[in-house]
Structures are given as structure tokens and as C-alpha cells.
């Protein structure tokens, strides 16, 4: 494996001063470091190697950790000065390559012989998000929106700034596939609406989920799945209730089962209450635990791989939820990230790795966002429930 740089090992373990449990601070650095956001997947070498971005030196590139030497590897070779990358930390399997944006070019870089190449070139007046993998390796998909910079004042990372005003503006938005052998693209769906978070399915090829961006309360209807054989979308989980809100969508690892939580409407600055849903995605099996309160304390994240094992990042802490023969208990409190939610991208995105045995999340507990990674207990009911 190549490597532009290479950092000794940052790796520091602490036992929880709550739950007791083992957290391992991956990163420490005086410069933001993320992992990959909870609908994405950047682990490879069979799970013993992690995609993270960081600022070092600043500048944000894509870096990469050991979990178990520590070591740490810079991929890209940004410098300081130049646009900053934006990257979906989504591995193609079948190419080994992670895709990222830079001043208005999709590259394609292999994480291995650290080749880089153009991809797509985004048209002028439009904005690309996303370059994530489908399932066949084939192609990535992310959504190609109208440029709204001249319209409206928009920094949704701190506080959703613009966040009403962007919607309401109606923008022309289409989905874009792109062969990562032919670098051929084409439109695969476009509205006049605020679209986001295109997230393709784990296993299959075929299937997608985007939302309608904007206020969760006003959208018509947020989480949608898309069928690329035939072309034609289709609502999932539509609201119950006048004003309920739904959201933080992302698929299950069987890549046919969609995670998503649930908010009651709020009025006259009442918190309201939250709890986390599953529905397949031609709307059957709904499974929606609504005794199972989330605490609605900041803004909220879930994560699981399935629907037994849950992990939301409301408050201080990175909670847990069990879910046994259909039944589920919970919260308790895996580990405190004791972060904050200002900036967007640190939040911590608790995300469950694939063997269920860590939870990895961002903190900004040191000052600068770093990395974490709790182990998860075999003993659900050993972890300590939460005080109500």
C-alpha cells in the first residue's frame, strides 16, 4: 500500500467514566478528523482499516487508520491553498477506489496504488453531492443541484443557515449515475425540489433511497426510494400525523430494510418525543418501537446494522438500544462523547462497524473533532441504563 505520509500511531484507550467500557481516541490532532458519516462505509483490509478525513497541515485530505497499530496513512495529496475536497467515505469493492469533489471535478483514487483520475466535470450552475457506490460497483450516484449561491445565504453545517429559504426556492435537482469505467453519465431522476442525501443500497444494485431536503415538518414527504430498472420513485414512511417528523434515513447492512427516527410534532417549543423506525422498502414489515423513547436532547443520530443493536448520539452520551425476539429495551449508556453539535460534520455519527463489535464516533471533547471507537459489551444489560 502507497502512501503519501505516514503518522505513528495516536491511539490512546481510557475505561468510561460512566459505563466503564473500553474507548479508543484514534486520532489527536490539533485539526478536525471525521469518520465516515453513518450511511457510508470506508472500512477495508477485512475491517482492520478505516477512511477518515482530517485537516493536518491545513488542508483536508483522505487519510486512513489501523485500528489495531494506530498507524495512520495520508491517500491524497492536497495542499494548503487549494479548494477543499469533499468526500463521501464509500470504498467500490470492485475497483478500490473512494470518488471525491474538488472544485468542480468528480476523481476517482485508488486507496491502494494512490492512482487518481477524472471522472465527471460538473456543469456550470449546478452543485454535485455525493459520488457513493451502488452495489454492483458499477456506478456511483449523487444528486446534481441547482447553484443557489447567488439566491440565497446557506451554511447548513452551522445551525442549517438557509436551510427554509433553499427549500422554499424549489431548485432544479437531478440524480446523476456515472459509470466508473466508461465515466459516462446520465440523469436518472430530476424535480423541481430540494434533493439529498442519495443513499444506494448495501446489496442492491438496482435500489436507492434520496429525501426532500429542507424542514422536516414542511417537507411533502421525506425518504423516497428510487427503482434505476424502472425508473419510478416511491414514498417510504409517510407521516401518521399532521407535522410529524421523519428522517436520518440509511439502509440496513441486507441492503433491503430501511433504518430511519421519528419525531412528534412540536409545538410552542415543546421537545416532543422520538423513537426509531424500520419499514422494507416497498413499505412492508414496518417495525416502529414507539414505547422506546430517544431522549430529545440535540440533535440526534441513529445507527444499526440490524434491528437488534442501535446506537443514537442525543446529548453527552452514545446510547444503545437492544432489540430481543421483537421486543426492545433501552436506553443505556455505552459511552460519553461529551461533543458538541454546532458544526455539522462533527457531530458524533455514531456508526456500528460490521462485526457489531465497536461503535466508532466523532467528538470535539479535546478542542479539535477527533475520532473514537467504544467496544460494545457482550452483556447488553451490564451497560447503565438511562436516568430519566
Known amino acids: 500500500m502507497k502512501t503519501f505520509e505516514t503518522f505513528k500511531s495516536e491511539m490512546a484507550t481510557h475505561q468510561d467514566r460512566i459505563s466503564g467500557v473500553n474507548v479508543t481516541r484514534l486520532t489527536h490532532w490539533k485539526g478536525h478528523s471525521t469518520h465516515p458519516y453513518f450511511t457510508e462505509d470506508g472500512w477495508f483490509d477485512n475491517g482492520n482499516k478505516m477512511l477518515f478525513l482530517s485537516d493536518r497541515n491545513n488542508v483536508k485530505n483522505i487519510f486512513c487508520v489501523d485500528i489495531h497499530s494506530g498507524e495512520i496513512n495520508r491517500l491524497s495529496d492536497m495542499k494548503e491553498g487549494e479548494p477543499d475536497l ?12 473512494v470518488y471525491y469533489q474538488q472544485n468542480g471535478v468528480i476523481y476517482a483514487l485508488n486507496i491502494f496504488t494512490l492512482e487518481t483520475r477524472e471522472l465527471y466535470r460538473v456543469p456550470a450552475g449546478f452543485k454535485f453531492g455525493g459520488a457513493r457506490v451502488m452495489a454492483d460497483g458499477k456506478y456511483v450516484i449523487g444528486s446534481l443541484g441547482e447553484d443557489m449561491s447567488k439566491k440565497v445565504v446557506q ?16 431548485p432544479d435537482t437531478r440524480i446523476l449515475r456515472i459509470n466508473v469505467d466508461t465515466c459516462e453519465a446520465d440523469e436518472i431522476w430530476q424535480e423541481y425540489a430540494w434533493v439529498g442525501h442519495i443513499n444506494p443500497s448495501p446489496t442492491q444494485p438496482n435500489l436507492l433511497t434520496f429525501c426532500h431536503e429542507g424542514p422536516w415538518h414542511l417537507v411533502d414527504n421525506r425518504i423516497w426510494v428510487l427503482d434505476t430498472n424502472t425508473g419510478k420513485a416511491h414514498k417510504i414512511r409517510e407521516r401518521k400525523v399532521e407535522r410529524e417528523l421523519i428522517g436520518h434515513e440509511y439502509w440496513l447492512a441486507d441492503g433491503t430494510t430501511i433504518g430511519y427516527q421519528v419525531h412528534s410534532p412540536q409545538y410552542d417549543g415543546e421537545k416532543g418525543e422520538t423513537w426509531f423506525g424500520f419499514v422494507n422498502y416497498d413499505n412492508t414489515g414496518e417495525v416502529e418501537p414507539d414505547y422506546i423513547r430517544v431522549p430529545r436532547e440535540t440533535p440526534d443520530h441513529i445507527h444499526s446494522n440490524d434491528k437488534d443493536f442501535i446506537v443514537c448520539d442525543s446529548g453527552k452520551s452514545i446510547k444503545a438500544y437492544q432489540g430481543k425476539d421483537g421486543v426492545y429495551s433501552g436506553p443505556r449508556i455505552l459511552c460519553m462523547h461529551d461533543g458538541a453539535f454546532f ?13 457489531g463489535k465497536r461503535v466508532v464516533f466523532n467528538s470535539t471533547n479535546l478542542g479539535y473533532c477527533n475520532i473514537f471507537m467504544a467496544d460494545v459489551p457482550e452483556n447488553f444489560d451490564s451497560l447503565p441504563e438511562v436516568k430519566k
Open 343 to 355: 458544526w455539522g460534520g462533527h457531530h458524533p455519527h455514531p456508526r456500528v462497524t460490521a462485526d
Open 155 to 170: 451554511n447548513l453545517s452551522a445551525g442549517y443557515v438557509g436551510m427554509r429559504e433553499t427549500f422554499e426556492a424549489k
Open 86 to 97: 469533499h468526500c463521501p467515505l464509500s470504498i467500490n469493492p470492485r475497483t478500490n477506489e
